[in-house]
RNA sequence: GGCGCGGUAGCCAAGUGGUAAGGCGGCGGUCUGCAAAACCGCUAUUCACCGGUUCGAUCCCGGUCCGCGCCUCCA
C-alpha cells in the first residue's frame, strides 16, 4: 500500500494517514492504572503502540508521544487502604502508585519499549481537570448535584459516534446501575464529592477528586493541544471511556478531537478474554521467568494488532523457534561477513517491508518478507559467495527488526581452544559432574570434546555433546573449522 | 436485545475478482562418525455453510450457522 494508512475506530475503516501538521505525529496512549504488576494485555497494548510509534519515526516522522500513568483511581484506593501505615491516604496512594510506576517501566524496559516523551500523572494534572470541568459547567453541558458534577450526554450530539452506539439502544438495554442523581444513566462523573477515606482535592464545588475519563482529556488537549493525531488504548477503553473523553473534550474545546482511533485487540486465553474475574490473567514477570521478553515480543508481533492473539505455551514456544531461525540467520551472516551489516538496507526489500506495514501495520504480513530473504540466504551461505545483493538484502533483515524492536543477536560461539589438556576424559567427567556451565568450563568441555573425537572416542564426545544439549548449548561442527556453540548468553551459569 | 470483529491446512497466520504468502509441527531424503543447524521433497483441488452477481469469487452482495468482544472496572 502507498502511503500509510490505518484503521481508524470511529470511521470502521482504513483510511490514508495524514497528520496535521506535516512532518509531526501527536500521539497519545492511554497508559496503566498503577496498582498492580502489568500483565500480558499490557504487554500486547504497548507492544503495539511501541511498533506504531517506531514505524512513523521510521517513516520520518517527528512523533511526539504521550502516555498518561492513572495514579488516582478506585483501585488504587482501595489497595492503598489495605496497607496499614499512619500516613495519610494521599501519601499511601503515592506510595503505592510510584511503586507500581518504577515496575511498570522496568517490564516495558525489557519488552524494549521506547519511552514515550511525556508520562504525566493524574494527581499531576488536578487544576487543568478543574479548568475543564468548570468550562463545561459554564457552557451548560454539565450539571452539578451535591458535591458531583456530570456530564450531560444529551447535550453532545456527536456521542456514540466512536464507538458506533445508539444512545437510545444504550438506555434500553444497558445493564448500567441506577443512579438516582444523575439525569440520564448516560451521564457520567466529571467530578466526584469527597468520600470519607479518600484522597481529595479543593474545588469550586467543594473536596472531591475527579472522575475517570477527566484525566485524559486534560492531559493530551494540555499537551498535545485541542486537536491531535492519534490516540489509542486497547479495545476495551472504546466504550464507555474513549467515548466519553471525545465527548467532554470536544465539547470544552469546541474541536475536533483525536483524528485517528487506533484500538488493539486482546490477549486471550482459549479464545476467552484475559481477564481478572475469568481468573486467567498471566502477569508479565511471572512470564518472562519462563520465556525470554523478546521472545514475548516476537509472538506478540507475529499477528495484527487488531486481532485477538491467543496466549499458550505452545504458541510462545513456537515464537522462540522462529525467532531462533531470524538470529541464527544472522549469526552465520556474520560469520560469512561481518561488513553485512553495515551495508545499506536494500531498497527492495525495505519496500516490501513498508508496503505490509502501510497497511495498517501488518506485521505479520512484513515478517514474511524477512523470511523471504532469511530463506535466499539459508540457501546460499554454504556456497563460496553470496549471490549478488544478498548482503543488502540481509542488511535490510536486521533493519527491519530493528524497526519492529526486535534486536537480532548472535547465537553463534566460537570458543578458544582451552590451553594444555593433560586428560581430557577425566576433565570432561569432572565438569559434567559438577554441573556448573560457565563460559570457561564451556570452552574445556569443547576442546575436550575435539581430542575425543579425535581419538574417535564417539561416546565420551556425544556425552559432552548431550550434557551441552540438556544446557541449551548445542554444537555445530564444521568442515575444516573448529566446532561452533550455540545458545544464548543466559543459558550458561555466571561465574 | 443493540453494536462490532472473525471463521483459510495438524497448529499459528497473511492474502487477492483469475485460481491459496509465511512460520511452527510432521513425514521422507541430503549433509554428518552420529547429531544439531541448514537444505531438498511431501504435508489445503481448497479458504464455515447456502444462494446471488460475474466469463470467473476464498476474496463482492444477501442469508444461515459458529466463535469472540463491547454495551459494567478492564490494555
Redesign the pocket.
Known amino acids: 500500500m502507498s502511503g500509510l494508512h490505518v484503521y481508524n475506530t470511529r470511521k470502521?475503516k482504513k483510511e490514508l494517514f495524514e497528520p496535521l501538521e506535516a512532518g509531526k505525529v501527536k500521539m497519545y496512549v492511554?497508559?496503566?492504572?498503577v496498582y498492580d504488576y502489568c500483565?500480558?494485555?499490557?504487554a500486547?497494548?504497548y507492544v503495539a503502540f511501541d511498533i506504531i510509534h517506531r514505524y512513523l519515526e521510521h517513516l520520518g516522522y517527528r512523533v511526539t508521544y504521550v502516555q498518561n500513568i492513572t495514579d488516582l483511581?478506585?483501585?488504587l484506593i482501595n489497595r492503598a487502604r489495605e496497607s496499614d501505615g499512619e500516613k495519610d491516604i494521599k501519601t499511601r496512594v503515592a506510595e503505592l502508585a510510584a511503586r507500581f510506576t518504577a515496575a511498570y517501566f522496568e517490564d516495558m524496559d525489557r519488552l524494549n519499549i521506547l519511552r514515550a516523551d511525556l508520562y504525566p500523572t493524574a494527581t499531576g494534572n488536578i487544576p487543568r481537570m478543574r479548568e475543564i470541568i468548570a468550562g463545561l459547567l459554564e457552557k451548560g453541558v454539565a450539571y452539578r448535584r451535591g458535591g458531583d458534577v456530570y456530564f450531560q450526554v444529551s447535550a453532545f450530539p456527536g456521542y456514540g459516534e466512536l464507538?458506533?452506539?445508539?444512545p437510545d439502544?444504550?438506555r434500553?438495554?444497558?445493564?448500567?446501575?441506577v443512579d438516582g442523581r444523575k439525569k440520564n444513566?448516560l451521564d457520567f462523573a466529571l467530578w466526584k464529592e469527597a468520600a470519607p477515606g479518600e484522597p481529595s482535592w479543593p474545588s469550586p464545588w467543594g473536596e472531591g477528586r475527579p472522575g475517570?475519563h477527566i484525566e485524559c482529556s486534560a492531559m493530551s488537549t494540555n499537551l498535545l493541544g485541542a486537536t491531535f493525531d492519534i490516540h489509542g488504548?486497547?479495545?476495551?477503553?472504546?466504550?464507555?471511556?474513549h467515548e466519553n473523553e471525545r465527548a467532554q473534550s470536544m465539547a470544552f474545546t469546541g474541536k475536533p478531537f483525536a483524528r485517528y482511533w487506533l484500538h488493539?485487540?486482546?490477549?486471550?486465553i482459549n479464545?476467552?478474554?484475559?481477564?481478572?474475574?475469568l481468573g486467567n490473567v498471566f502477569n508479565l514477570r511471572d512470564i518472562f521467568k519462563k520465556y525470554k521478553p523478546r521472545v514475548v515480543r516476537f509472538f506478540l508481533l507475529?499477528?495484527?494488532y487488531?486481532?485477538?492473539?491467543?496466549y499458550s505455551g505452545?504458541?510462545l514456544?513456537?515464537a522462540g523457534?522462529?525467532l531462533?531461525?531470524l538470529d541464527?540467520c544472522y549469526g552465520?551472516a556474520r560469520l560469512a561477513g561481518e561488513e553485512i551489516f553495515s551495508l545499506p538496507p536494500d531498497p527492495g526489500v525495505m519496500a516490501g517491508f513498508e508496503e505490509?506495514m502501510n497497511?495498517d501495520f501488518?506485521t505479520?504480513?512484513a515478517?514474511?518478507g524477512v523470511?523471504?530473504v532469511?530463506?535466499e540466504f539459508?540457501?546460499n551461505?554454504?556456497k563460496p559467495e553470496l549471490p549478488s545483493g544478498l548482503p543488502a538484502r540481509l542488511s535490510a533483515v536486521k533493519k527491519i527488526c530493528a524497526v519492529l524492536g526486535v534486536d537480532l543477536v548472535d547465537p553463534i560461539h566460537e570458543p578458544a581452544p582451552a590451553g594444555e589438556i593433560s586428560d581430557y576424559s577425566a576433565l570432561a567427567d569432572r565438569l559434567i559432574g559438577g554441573d556448573t556451565l560457565t563460559e570457561d568450563n564451556l570452552r574445556a568441555l569443547v576442546s575436550c570434546r575435539e581430542l575425543a573425537?579425535q581419538n574417535r572416542d564417539?561416546e565420551l564426545?556425544?556425552r559432552i555433546?548431550d550434557y551441552l544439549g540438556a544446557k541449551g548449548v548445542?554444537?555445530?561442527?564444521?568442515?575444516g573449522a573448529p566446532t561452533a556453540a550455540?545458545y544464548y548468553p543466559e543459558q550458561l551459569d555466571g561465574e
Open positions: 470502521r492511554c497508559g496503566v492504572t500483565h500480558l494485555g499490557h500486547r497494548c483511581d478506585d483501585k464507538s458506533g452506539k445508539n439502544d444504550l434500553a438495554g444497558a445493564r448500567v446501575e444513566p475517570w488504548g486497547g479495545q476495551d477503553l472504546i466504550f464507555p471511556h488493539n485487540g486482546f490477549v486471550t479464545r476467552e478474554k484475559m481477564s481478572k474475574s507475529s499477528q495484527h487488531r486481532s485477538p492473539v491467543d505452545e504458541a514456544d513456537e523457534r522462529a531462533f531461525r541464527n552465520l505490509a497497511d501488518n505479520a504480513a515478517l514474511a523470511y523471504r532469511v530463506e539459508y540457501k551461505y554454504r573425537r564417539w564426545s556425544d555433546r548445542s554444537l555445530m561442527d564444521r568442515k550455540v
